[in-house]
């Protein structure tokens, strides 16, 4: 996708909206279901940058996003809290070229600092899209070890369900 996106980025978008959609409708098994990303955010950010850069044609964006408000609006798709680590981009390229994952060698710092837009418009501005529920920032441009911290001062408010949170 990431070679090609005109080519492949409505057929990437599409199987992760079904993916992302299986994994809000699965069977809750415990309390808490945690995902790294949500139908919202593969429209939100992912479509859109595509949309934006060009790389995907009216018309798919078009049927991308019926199909996504189709879903909003007839499935329980909600979410009760996004926690976002807002990370610069340029820790987001440096990280990456750590991983060295041969499917990630080919992602520009442009196409990095155009997602990192887009959260921000979408989940600290607000201006771009409607955010599905409250958002918990961390900035995430520490360390592991920073990191691990950060999580463990903030672990009551992430794993705790937000209705169960808000009716104490």
Request: hydrophobic share 40%.
């Amino acid at each position: 996708m990431y070679q090609d996106a005109t080519r492949w980025g409505i057929t990437l978008q599409t199987y992760v909206q079904l993916t992302m959609l299986d994994q809000h409708m699965r069977t809750m098994v415990s309390p808490i279901r945690m995902m790294e990303r949500s139908i919202h955010s593969a429209k939100y950010i992912f479509v859109e940058n595509l949309y934006r850069s060009g790389k995907m044609p009216e018309v798919d964006y078009v049927v991308l996003t019926e199909w996504f408000e189709w879903i909003i609006k007839n499935l329980s798709v909600s979410v009760d809290l996004i926690v976002y680590l807002q990370t610069s981009p340029e820790r987001c390229y440096e990280r990456l070229k750590r991983r060295c994952r041969e499917e990630e060698k080919v992602i520009p710092m442009e196409y990095l600092e155009a997602i990192h837009l887009l959260y921000e418009e979408w989940l600290i501005k607000k201006s771009l899209f409607k955010v599905p529920s409250p958002v918990l920032v961390l900035q995430a441009d520490h360390d592991l070890q920073d990191m691990l911290e950060m999580y463990e001062e903030n672990q009551d408010r992430i794993l705790t369900p937000y209705n169960v949170q808000h009716c104490l």
